[in-house]
């Protein structure tokens, strides 16, 4: 390789670093406001879900009556909804949610199951209709920044589907924020409400409640438990979805600032190597002119 292509790569890596740098930058930024967003979120979202839980443990025999708290009798169909992102360029984010929602459906298929996708982003969407399995629901445009109104259209098609049996269960799959450098992949059971899955925070919450004094007071409610569950049940529903987006968002933020940290990293280093081999370039053709010029005083002797 000649002196001038190694310089032409050089501008070209130094271009690529350039584009990475910038969006390591805007990553980290964004970043920020997805922390401030999960962290205004968090304890709402817990307080309600323990709320909910609570209120159907009141309500008892009560329950039967609301269609979205009715446990199916038997488990034929399970709705899957993936939670991924609009764009790539974020190391494994999407691929590993894709993969342990393929892996959940598998499992469900051995055991005579069928499942139905969801899939929120439009790198989720891809993947499954490259793999032809057509989701029932495609949420795309949004996963920048989730809005809570992209929450609720999500839930309101879930719990359609779960009360018009066409759905037994309801898992959503997504990518939760630990730091920066961490994002752990979550499987929580959104319906029916009896198999919901109860996070950490909550079920420390309540075992921190068991040891209280005030566990066992008497709580009134007003109106019947059975109406604040049927106002309470959709919220409870829109807020675990909203909170799943949030979470993702972050994570996304944080793996794609991480990946281009990475990126950066490596383009410095491929710019060393192909400085060092320009310098080796430019020795060999000094070493070659000093041959030729030699050669030709010799010549003239």
Known sequence: MSQRDVKQR???????????????????????????????????????????????????SEVAGNPILQEHDKLETAAILLVTGDRGL?????????????????????????????????????????????PAGRYVGFTDRPGYADARHIAGELMAAYIDDEVDRVEIFYNGYVSPLTQEVRREVLLPLQQATVD?????????????????????????????????????????????????????????????????????????????????ARQAEITQEIMEVVAGAESLT
């Open 10 to 60: 050089i501008e070209s890596v130094k271009n690529i670093r350039k584009i990475t740098s910038a969006m390591q930058m805007v990553a980290a930024a964004r970043l920020r406001r997805a922390e401030q967003r999960i962290s205004a979120l968090r304890p709402y979202a817990g307080a309600i879900r323990r709320m909910t839980r609570q209120a159907a443990a009141a309500a008892g």
């Open 200 to 280: 950490e925070e909550i079920a420390k919450a309540e075992e921190e409640s068991d040891g209280s004094e005030t566990h066992h007071a008497l709580v009134e409610y007003e109106p019947e438990p059975a109406e604040i569950l049927q106002r309470l049940i959709p919220d409870y529903v829109e807020i675990s979805v909203f909170r799943a987006l949030l979470e993702s968002t972050a994570s996304e933020h944080g793996a794609r600032m991480t990946a281009m940290r990475s990126a950066s990293e490596n383009a410095a280093e491929v710019i060393d190597d192909l400085t060092l081999e320009m310098n080796r």
């Open 90 to 134: 974020a190391g494994a984010f999407n691929s590993q949610i894709i993969r342990a929602g393929l892996l959940a459906a598998a499992e469900y298929e051995a055991e005579g199951v069928k499942v139905r996708f969801y899939a929120v982003g439009r790198r989720g969407v891809s993947s499954l209709v490259f793999r032809k399995l057509d």
